[in-house]
């Protein structure tokens, strides 16, 4: 793909009428960056991971949380008590470590190809803000799913399944409402043509929508995205401003003596047209109801739940064996999470890469169906060019190697997608 990505200097002949070579040359440069990025990233994690193996960082790392909460009172017979410590200074270490490559990404990538926002306070603040919220979730959690493989007896991974079923559904419910503000400004979308369309749209195929929302994403970066939530009856629509030609601020000119967000971001107007046009809004939005219309998100959810019982299943058949312990450096003690750790993620590692591959090619085929579905709207010429504005907005360069495409990309190239709304289009 890199090798795509640096002899690929001139726009192919099938692409000459949907991108120009300016901008051509500036997507093959993004992903460069980005390629190398990833590549230099993913190795340092490799050997970062290797080396915590080799070294015994594991072991070394529960004795230190045993350390740590026995200063605290709490003795070896509190297992979940030095879990948790071990799971805030292990979740403390990958945010350190993470951290230079975070910075690199957000502000020498993102900033030279024009799609970072933050200032570095926001960058830090925002950093900050994300780990205690993580931890706030993640250390009750961890500690009912413990207890409960604790004292469930011969069917606790049943018990445990129902259990993470459950707190994945609260998480997705009350995500967009109480997560997500802590980070993002979430406004209604104004009356006004363009919330009477959708709405008249989600009416059209039952879709229950009962809010839309627009997302300040331009304070973070420039990159555009929407989405809906919810279950049942209470479906919401969120659309990011810089999906939005009429909204995004980086169209807007600041008014005078306006400094933006203050200390928060800084004001960085791009000299360019952003987002897409109402018409262009809806057939995406078209697109993505298809999803929720398909059933493609219950289809997911349940594939999701029926891998993670079979996980559970399988750990609760591996979890008595010593000899994975033990090639861990635990030779005396068998903690629970590390059981879990081990299993999940060294064991279950070549497995999960076939899985991801099969979700993979599963979602391609519902991305080509949600466009159909978007079609059968009457939205194929809006989708159409929305498709090609969005991937210019995002510097998302067509051409890549079938093998990389195959395996990497979870929707189709943008080609094979305009190819099949062509039809329809010219219609």
């Keep these: 793909q890199r090798r795509v990505y640096r002899t690929t200097t001139h726009v192919p002949q099938e692409l000459g009428q949907i991108m120009d070579s300016e901008t051509f040359e500036k997507s093959r440069l993004y992903q460069l960056d980005k390629s ?53 200074l292990a979740t403390l270490f990958s945010a350190v470590t993470g951290l230079p490559w975070s910075l690199y990404n957000t502000f020498v990538i993102e900033e030279k190809h024009g799609f970072n926002q933050q200032t570095l306070g926001f960058f830090f603040k925002d950093a900050i803000k994300k780990f205690v919220v993580t931890q706030c979730i993640l250390l009750p959690v961890t500690s009912l799913l413990l207890y409960i493989i604790k004292i469930g007896g011969d069917y606790f991974f049943i018990y445990a399944w129902l259990f993470t079923l459950v707190v994945s559904l609260v998480l997705v419910t009350i995500y967009a409402d109480y997560i997500a503000p802590l980070f993002d400004k979430f406004i209604p979308l104004p009356e006004g043509e363009l ?53 995004s601020a980086l169209n807007k000119e600041p008014a005078e003596g306006e400094d933006g967000e203050n200390e928060e971001t800084k004001s960085k107007t791009k000299n360019k047209k952003q987002g897409c046009k109402n018409e262009e809004v809806l057939a995406v939005l078209g697109h993505e109801l298809g999803h929720w219309k398909l059933g493609h998100t219950v289809k997911n959810i349940i594939i999701s739940q029926m891998n993670s019982f079979l996980c559970f299943f399988l750990f609760a058949v591996l979890i008595g064996q010593k000899e994975l312990f033990a090639a861990f450096g635990f030779y005396d003690t068998q903690p629970t999470l590390i059981g879990l750790m081990i299993i999940f993620q060294f064991i279950f590692s070549p497995y999960n890469e076939v899985l ?14 949600a466009d159909a579905f978007a079609k059968e709207l009457g939205k194929a010429k809006d989708l159409y060019s929305a498709l090609i504005k969005l991937n210019k907005d995002n510097l998302g360069f067509p051409v890549s190697d ?18 099949a709304l062509k039809d329809a289009k010219q219609e």
């Excluded at 929508?209 to 970066?221: D, F, H, N």
């Excluded at 093998?403 to 997608?417: A, G, T, V």
Aim: charged content about 20%; proline content about 4%.
């Design 195 to 247: 919330k009477q369309q959708i709405e008249t749209m989600a009416k059209s195929i039952d879709f229950p929508l009962t809010k839309v929302y627009v997302v300040e994403g331009s304070k973070r970066s420039s990159h555009s995205n929407a989405y809906f939530y919810g279950f049942f009856k209470n479906k919401r629509i969120v659309l990011f401003d810089t999906l939005l030609e009429d909204y």
């Design 402 to 419: 079938w093998i990389f495409s195959m395996w990497h990309y979870s929707h189709p190239p943008l080609l094979e997608r305009l190819q």
């Design 36 to 88: 190398t990025f990833s590549f230099w990233s993913g190795l340092y994690s490799e050997v970062e991971g290797t080396m915590i193996l080799l070294w015994g960082g594991i072991p070394f790392l529960w004795k230190l949380s045993g350390q740590i909460s026995g200063r605290a009172g709490f003795g070896p017979e509190y297992e979940i008590v030095q879990s948790l410590v071990f799971l805030l």
């Design 356 to 369: 991801s591959f099969c979700l993979t090619v599963l979602s391609r085929r519902f991305e080509f169906q």
